[in-house]
């Protein structure tokens, strides 16, 4: 089965890649019914969109990590000194999400949702990492999507958000 991807986050260019020019019917010709993009194929289309919007322009959406973190590669000046750690948030899917949710918009409204969740959750999670110190942190929600192998019968599906980072001491930047 051939997937698509899509590169534009907006339901306008999703709806264009989903209903190609050759299935526009002309005249006294029926549309055939397309397929609804996956929850996975939603996720890579529009995770960044709503990370933007939750973000709003800042670097995190915990309040406690803005003025806290300090952006910098961890591989030259922090490696040996600091232990370098990575931090992994995991949201998983299921069949039964995709069908219980059959329709776009159904889809759309559940990937936002887990979106938000997932950013709201790994922010958190980092946060309680600082214990009185800053964090140098090198990149962030970055992100992977991928299948897993669960119950039999009932394929499962994740995306991850991982943050590499180093505590460190209040430094002035």
């Not at 039964?96 to 329709?103: F, L, S, Y």
Request: aromatic share 8%; with cysteine; proline share 5%.
């Amino acid at each position: 089965m051939k997937r698509r991807t899509f590169i534009n986050s907006t339901l306008g260019t999703l709806v264009v890649g989903l209903y190609p020019a050759a299935a526009i019917p002309k005249t006294g010709r029926s549309i055939t019914p397309l397929t609804v993009p996956s929850i996975a194929e939603l996720f890579v289309a529009r995770f960044p969109a709503t990370r933007d919007r939750i973000l709003n322009g800042r670097n995190w959406a915990n309040d406690q990590l803005e003025g806290n973190t300090i952006f910098r590669p961890l591989a030259v000046e922090y490696q040996g000194k600091y232990e370098v750690k990575q931090l992994t948030t995991p949201c998983t899917w299921t069949e039964n999400d995709q069908a219980k949710n059959p329709t776009l918009a159904q889809r759309i409204s559940l990937v936002d949702l887990m979106s938000e969740c997932l950013i709201h959750s790994h922010d958190d999670l980092l946060a309680k990492q600082l214990k009185g110190g800053q964090l140098v942190v090198s990149t962030t929600y970055h992100h992977r999507i991928g299948d897993v192998s669960t119950i039999d019968n009932q394929a499962a599906w994740y995306v991850m958000l991982s943050t590499a980072y180093a505590r460190i001491p209040h430094l002035k930047v």
